[in-house]
């Protein structure tokens, strides 16, 4: 009996527990016009065309065209925000933003229950409207603008006002006011209500691996016609908080909010009373660049599921990228179409990728008809070595091939030939042309002035041949950069030296002749070329094209970078000038100096590689450069947590004015066959009067002041100007050398010993101290990421500065008015723009090197090399 009491106990308090809970079934009291529910609510982060109906600022955050369909389905019956809605929205650019959206909304009871406020929460369709102002990254403002139809009512519509502050890419501020309606009055049955809702997002790794946010939501509801602020309902402050962890295309999110509820009779279903609850939802979203697919589920208000929700996502910028291993993909790797440092660097970043997928990596290397610089070669061969390191595969394909292409393919673990083509692999060579000769004849005499016996730049117009100095140079580097070729060559192949120099002299070599001798892998034609790759890895191949891409933004503001400052061609006082049909480009000192000051005042500028790949010029703009170099590492030494460091990365070339703004800093990276050094100045005065003469034109100048026409080309020196401009190079002269010694911790005296305009393969400069180590862009990376105590796993970007001008760009520049007078810069370059041109008898669009000598002012000192940079 006592048995059969306490188990007729035990069963009246487990169905009176389930009766209590079943006695207050919780209903959400959500507001009709808050739209379609989400899992996740974002007022302050990314973004995307949906914010229209969270927080129409974040639209200017959007790049491009997006496009959002979503959908939300309750489960549990009494949970309210089931509907579809697509939204659209485009960034105009010029600050402005603007969407539409258009939602069906299904707020009501499911499963039959009967729903005691289903006046307030009829069906609908809610038609949407925004605009935002603003730049994403710093801070903007949107409006929108909502209409809501139920049944036969239209109510007025609602109004949202938001606001986007960013604290760098570190914490994002985001606040809405919605205004539903916009006189807050209530229309029918539908309540008007005043939410004012603030959000404060923090990313605190600086980048949007790992978010953070919180944030509070206080609402304010007017249940009848002509209530005053003072009667409305205040709903309460609703906390939120969520947290969000990405990778690549992945992302994981958490949110947790407290939401008002209502508590309904468990028979009735009739309203009870208003109250607090919590519930947490889970998303997850996956992306592969243009697309984007999420869901996610909420929880707490009943039992189980309170409902699902489910997004796809369109739009024209990339929004990430699952990655997963890519086996039988082959990319290939067309070395012809690099004419530039800024390609040449783009290579490199994809080989660094390549790199970094390890044994997922097969590259084939088309080294057909390359045209870059030896030192650029041999960072593009060592990036291919590092990939092989890594596990991947590296292969390459040939036809007609030079010495310079067998060299770069000489790094693949297999090299492929066309049946129809030879390794035509006939050594170096270096030709210059010397045109006094020509000037002899024309009437033009040209006299140079230059510091000192190795300033062989001059020589083309000077002499009919090489000087002894100049020979012995030339010799040398040969020797250098040949040493260094076959060394590389013979420990790819598994040679010897001195075979690989036999086999260079015995060249050409036919397809089987080359086979036989080891040079190559294989014979095989172009369409042959996957199924042998194919063997070689054991896998069924094709070919695919990886785009070189950072397909999600890191952050929200400025990322972190590294800035690649390119100091590329001929250094020229004023700003940089470009010839895009010709590829011909002139680095000016103005511009570099002001693209320095930049980045050193930029907080998110992580370091800064000075990128030099020149042969120098103007002395007054290498100085200008040195000095804004000099003066970004200076600060760095001062405080390194608010400056960047800056190092020297030398390509092909850094000579004379190249290798003078590399004295502004105390590391030097160059490959040993990088051309360096030539520490001198030369001018050249022409003189065409006896050409003048030859067609029967007569000059006759007034001056007032002994020397007022030196620089005129209509007459030679004579010894008392010859003098001055002597003296005039001497002082440029030993202001390079002492620029030098102060970085390089020489006496001037053996700085002069060293300089003179001697030129040096990188192994000889390396030796006499002139430059630091052996490496290239990657090392110079390293170096200033170690120097800013950036960790190893934290993602800089490389950004290549400065920013290159567009066709479009240039034509605008040409064509745009004349703005006044820009201050004392201004007037400097509209005095030098005034000056009569050097006798240009060659226009600008033929500037290449070795003729550059020319379009640099005449008789002033320039730092330029010798011309003896392309060895082929």
Known sequence: MTRRAAL????????????????EPRALDRAVSDGVDRPIKDYSS????????????????????????????????????????????????????????????????????????????????????????????????????????????????????????RIRNYASIGAVARFGPADVQAY????????????????????????????????????????????????????RGRIAWRHHGLELAAEVEQVRVSLLDPSTYNFVRADKAVRGSVQLAVAWDFVKASGGVHAGLGEGLDG??????????????????????????????IKNERQLIAVLQRLERAEKAGARTILLVDARATALGWASLQEIRTALVRVRNAGGHVFAWLEDTKLKDYYLASAAEQVYLHPAGELATFGLKSTSFYLRGLLDKLGVQVEALHIDEYKSAHEMFSRTGPSDKDREQREAILDDTYAQVTHDIAQARGLSVARV????????????????????????????????????????????????????????????????????GTIIDGESRTIPLLGTQFTGGDTIVAQLRAVRNDPACQGVVLRVNSPGGSALASDLIWREVSRTHEAWKK?????????????????????????????????????TGSI????????????????????????????????GFYRPFSIDERAR????????????????????????????????GHVYSGTDARELGLVDAFGGLREAVALVRERSDVGARRELQVRVLPVRKTILDLVLDLLGPDRGDKGLRGRIQARRDAEPPLPLVLTTAIARLPLALLFLPQDQPSALMPVIHAIE
């Open 501 to 568: 120099r036999e086999l260079v002299d015995d060249a050409p070599h036919g397809p089987a002749q080359a086979e036989e001798l080891g040079l190559v892998d294989a014979v095989v034609y172009r369409d042959q070329v996957v199924e042998k790759i194919g063997d070689a890895v054991g896998a069924r191949v094709k070919f695919a094209r990886f785009d070189d891409t950072e397909p999600d933004p890191k952050t929200w503001s400025t990322a972190p970078y590294v800035a690649v400052v390119l100091v590329e």
């Open 46 to 165: 990314e973004g995307d065309a949906s914010s229209i109906e969270l927080n129409p600022a974040l639209l200017s955050a959007v790049k491009g065209l997006d496009l959002v369909i979503m959908g939300y389905r309750s489960v549990s019956p009494f949970t309210r925000g089931s509907g579809l809605g697509g939204f659209m929205s485009f960034n105009l650019g010029f600050g402005l933003a603007t969407g539409i959206g258009v939602q069906a909304l299904r707020p009501g009871f499911g499963g039959g229950f009967p729903d005691p406020l289903a006046a307030r929460n009829p069906d609908a369709t809610k038609i949407s409207w925004a605009i935002s102002g603003g730049d994403g990254k710093v801070a903007a403002f949107g409006l929108g603008v909502h209409w809501l139809r139920a049944g036969e009512l239209l109510r007025a519509p609602d109004l949202d006002f938001g606001f986007l502050f």
């Open 188 to 239: 029918g049955d539908l309540p008007g209500e005043l939410s004012l809702l603030g959000e404060l997002a923090v990313r605190p790794l600086g980048n949007r691996t790992l978010e953070l946010a919180g944030g509070v939501r206080g609402r304010f509801r007017a249940s009848e016609p002509g209530l005053r602020a003072s009667q409305w309902e205040a709903l309460g402050a609703q906390p």
């Open 639 to 675: 405080n390194p947590r608010k400056s960047p460091p800056i190092v020297v990365s030398m390509g092909d070339v850094a000579a004379s004015g190249g290798y003078y703004v590399a004295a502004g800093t105390d590391h030097v990276f160059a490959q040993p066959t990088t051309l």
């Open 8 to 23: 007729a106990g035990s069963l009246g308090l487990v169905l009176s527990l389930g009766t209590a809970s079943a006695q």
């Open 680 to 711: 001198g100045v030369v001018t050249l005065h022409f003189d065409v009067s006896g050409l003048l003469q030859k067609v029967g034109v007569a000059t006759h100048t007034f001056k007032r002041g002994k020397n007022a026409d030196i620089t």
């Open 725 to 756: 401009m002597d003296a005039s190079i001497r002082r440029v002269y030993d202001l390079f050398v002492k620029r030098v010694s102060d970085a390089r911790g020489k006496t001037p005296e053996q700085v002069d010993a060293l300089g003179r």
């Open 308 to 337: 699902f929700g489910l997004a796809a996502r369109f739009s024209t910028a990339r929004q990430g990228r699952v990655f997963w291993p890519r086996l039988v993909d082959v990319e290939r790797l067309d070395l012809s179409a």
